[in-house]
């Protein structure tokens, strides 16, 4: 998986809105964090002005799930509830 692919993987976790998104690990922050390259590997960052924080670790499951399908049997749950 390219950086870029892998930023995009995240990128639709944390706006997917039917999962929990990566957030901040200042408790008093939990801002929803974004993904960046830097030196070639993939951070995520707060973008909280003033916070400054930084995490390395990635989770398997952000990378890795398939988020269109979770996305999808998620509004099935949704109409399905409607009814
Ligand atoms: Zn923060």
Same mark, same amino acid.
């Given at each position: 998986?390219?950086?870029?692919?892998?930023?995009? =993987?995240?990128? =639709?976790?944390?706006? !997917?809105?039917?999962?929990?998104?990566?957030?901040?690990?200042?408790?008093? +922050?939990? $801002?929803?964090?974004? !993904?960046?390259?830097?030196?070639?590997?993939?951070?995520?960052? +707060?973008?909280?002005?003033?916070?400054?924080?930084?995490?390395?670790? &990635?989770?398997?499951?952000?990378?890795? !799930?398939?988020?269109?399908?979770? &996305? !999808?049997? $998620?509004?099935?749950? =949704?109409?399905?509830?409607?009814?």
């Amino acid at each position: 998986m390219t950086n870029q692919e892998r930023i995009e =993987k995240i990128n =639709k976790w944390q706006n !997917a809105g039917v999962v929990h998104p990566l957030t901040c690990g200042v408790s008093s +922050c939990r $801002s929803i964090l974004v !993904a960046k390259e830097l030196s070639n590997d993939i951070v995520l960052i +707060c973008p909280a002005i003033g916070c400054g924080y930084v995490q390395t670790f &990635i989770p398997d499951v952000v990378l890795h !799930a398939d988020i269109d399908s979770i &996305i !999808a049997s $998620s509004i099935c749950l =949704k109409e399905n509830k409607s009814q």
